[in-house]
């Protein structure tokens, strides 16, 4: 089993920046390729980003390309989200997933998400 506590979230105005952040507990946590997703109100849920277990490989959606920049520090057992040149569009709540594909099509371990608010 593996737990996701997200932290990190609140009110920001456009153009400005948030880190999110992602703990995992549990003792296999770091063998799991990690990402984020989003979900607007009334919008299905997202894909934002994921990042390879090593953390060589990372993908983005094109929505946050270029603003968006996810790494993981295994040794804590953690993985962030920096979010810069943040827009209304962004606003959303955010979750962390884990699991066994590098793709994330199927997510084997969410968090309980936490709320980004871009106001203009």
């Known amino acids: 089993q593996v737990q996701l506590v997200e932290s990190g979230g609140g009110m920001v105005q456009a153009g400005g920046s948030l880190r999110l952040s992602c703990a995992a507990s549990g003792r296999t946590a770091s063998s799991y390729v990690m990402g984020w997703f989003r979900q607007a109100s009334g919008k299905e849920r997202e894909l934002v980003s994921t990042i390879s277990i090593l953390g060589g490989r990372t993908v983005y959606a094109d929505s946050v390309k270029g603003r968006f920049t996810i790494s993981r520090d295994n040794a804590k057992n953690t993985v962030y989200l920096q979010m810069n040149s943040l827009k209304p569009e962004d606003t959303a709540v955010y979750y962390c997933?884990?699991?066994?594909?590098?793709?994330?099509?199927?997510?084997?371990?969410w968090g309980q998400g936490t709320q980004v608010t871009v106001s203009s």
């Open positions: 997933a884990a699991g066994s594909d590098p793709r994330l099509s199927r997510v084997e371990y």
